[in-house]
């Protein structure tokens, strides 16, 4: 766990920063760049290598979206992308019939995320796909304080991934 930690957070950091800086360097406008926290699920078909190759299609069309902009947000069309740099593992759980049931986590990085246009994307890259949980860096840094502790963008991420590449599964 510790290593696949220091991993993510040695591929996440200088982004993070680079993105930080381009964000001052133009002037600080807008939210400042974070590291968003991002699931995904799907409904489960009690396949799990199906569950996973429909899953990767679905991150790939939701990923080039993401990472190559465009999208409505009511009237008004926006180029900017969603995200640039991040990092996806999955996360395979008993699932309700203990069949099994695919789970995607992502950390992000991104001045903000529209949740309404990826849930809408999701939905559309899995018909059914409608759970999508995005937590802000600001939210986080809110949970760490009610937990007596400081936030860290990269080592709360980090974290996160770490926990499930290294969660393992139940074969059965």
């Given at each position: 766990?510790?290593?696949?930690?220091?991993?993510?957070?040695?591929?996440?950091?200088?982004?993070?920063?680079?993105?930080?800086?381009?964000?001052?360097?133009?002037?600080?406008?807008?939210?400042?760049?974070?590291?968003?926290?991002?699931?995904?699920?799907?409904?489960?078909?009690?396949?799990?290598?199906?569950?996973?190759?429909v899953?990767?299609?679905?991150?790939?069309?939701?990923?080039?979206?993401?990472?190559?902009?465009?999208?409505?947000?009511?009237?008004?069309?926006?180029?900017?992308?969603?995200?640039?740099h991040?990092?996806?593992?999955?996360?395979?759980?008993?699932?309700?019939?203990?069949?099994?049931?695919?789970?995607?986590?992502?950390?992000?990085?991104?001045?903000?995320?529209?949740?309404?246009?990826?849930?809408?994307?999701?939905?559309?890259?899995?018909?059914?796909?409608?759970?999508?949980?995005?937590?802000?860096?600001?939210?986080?840094?809110?949970?760490?304080?009610?937990?007596?502790?400081?936030?860290?963008?990269v080592?709360?991420?980090?974290?996160?991934?770490?926990?499930y590449?290294?969660?393992?599964?139940?074969?059965?």
């Open positions: 766990w510790l290593r696949w930690r220091r991993r993510i957070t040695r591929a996440m950091g200088p982004h993070l920063r680079a993105a930080v800086e381009a964000w001052s360097r133009a002037g600080g406008r807008g939210p400042r760049p974070g590291i968003y926290l991002v699931t995904l699920t799907m409904p489960h078909s009690g396949d799990l290598v199906d569950d996973r190759r899953m990767g299609d679905a991150w790939r069309e939701l990923s080039k979206r993401a990472s190559y902009g465009g999208y409505r947000h009511g009237e008004r069309w926006y180029d900017e992308k969603w995200w640039g991040h990092a996806m593992v999955y996360e395979a759980t008993k699932g309700t019939k203990g069949d099994g049931h695919l789970h995607a986590h992502a950390a992000v990085i991104s001045q903000w995320v529209p949740y309404k246009e990826m849930r809408a994307a999701w939905e559309q890259a899995i018909p059914g796909a409608v759970v999508v949980d995005v937590v802000s860096p600001q939210e986080q840094a809110k949970r760490a304080t009610a937990r007596g502790k400081k936030a860290n963008g080592g709360d991420a980090a974290f996160y991934l770490a926990k590449v290294t969660k393992g599964v139940e074969p059965s």
